[in-house]
C-alpha cells in the first residue's frame, strides 16, 4: 500500500522541493558570478599603445598581470611554450597572460617573461594585475 509511505518519516531525497532549491542555488550562483565580473571590470585599467610598441618583452617584463585587447591588435612571438618561434596575432577580444595570473594564484611568483608582445597599431589593451585579481578572489 503507497499510504504507508508517504506517512513514515525518514532521511530520504525528496524530489518536490528539488527543482525550487536548484533554482536558488543557480540565482545565487548567477548573482555571485555577476559580482565577481564586474570587480574585475573595475579593476582593470586602460592602456594605450601606439604600433610598434612592446607591451612585453622576453626576459624583461615580468609576467603578472593579463591583457585583453579591447581594439587594435597584438602581435605575440612564442606565447605557446610548445611553439617558441611562433607568432600569433591577436585582435579584439584576444587575450594572454592568463597563464601566468593562474600560476601566482597558485600560490607562485611573477617570473620573467617568456615571450614579446608588441602593437603591430594603436591598440587599447585592458589589464588585471595579479594583486588586484588576488584580492578579488579572495575577498568573502
Known sequence: DESVEYELSHSRISLE???????????????????????????????????????????VSRSNRICIVDKG?????????????????????????DGELARISAGHHPLLSWYNARASEMTRLLMLKSEDFLDIISTP
Do not use: W
Open 73 to 97: 591588435t597584438v602581435l605575440a612571438f612564442g606565447i605557446d611554450i610548445a611553439k617558441p618561434f611562433h607568432a600569433k596575432t591577436l585582435r579584439e577580444g584576444g587575450c594572454f597572460g
Open 17 to 59: 522541493h528539488e527543482p525550487v532549491e536548484i533554482q536558488r542555488a543557480m540565482q545565487s550562483v548567477n548573482h555571485v558570478t555577476k559580482l565577481i565580473v564586474s570587480d574585475f571590470a573595475r579593476a582593470m585599467k586602460m592602456n594605450l599603445y601606439n604600433g610598434g610598441d612592446y607591451i612585453c618583452r622576453k626576459n
